[in-house]
């Protein structure tokens, strides 16, 4: 599906150390985390990785969506599209960063 350009990390190490815990064998994996993502085989295919990694995923296809699951959950890590359908990911970050510091980690096919 996308070819050469992928390469799969191991997720757990990097997630936490930007949530603030150590990468042994005994931290604590249950953080939750949202995947912004309109593209939906992308959204299943990260959702599917960190679940097996132990995370709890949360999903919105939307930037409405993921309005709508902050104000329902709470979320260690945000994973943000910068191209969705209803909103410019970067003018939903400096919306998060008014009244959060939730960690974001901006994934985008966007060249510039």
Known sequence: MWGSQVQ??????IFL???????TETAN??????IV???EQIQQFLAL?????GYRV???LTGEKMFDVL???????????LNLPDADG???ARRIRQTSSVPIIVASARKR
């Not at 799969?8 to 190490?13: E, H, S, Y």
């Not at 990785?49 to 990694?53: A, F, R, S, W």
């Open 8 to 13: 799969i990390l191991p997720l757990r190490p």
């Open 17 to 23: 150390k930007i949530i603030g815990q150590a990468p």
């Open 29 to 34: 994996v249950s953080a939750h985390i949202l």
């Open 37 to 39: 993502e309109d593209d």
């Open 49 to 53: 990785h960190l679940q097996n990694d």
């Open 58 to 60: 949360s999903t919105a």
């Open 71 to 81: 104000t329902t959950k709470a979320v260690d890590l945000i994973i943000l599209d």
């Open 90 to 92: 970067l003018d939903l």
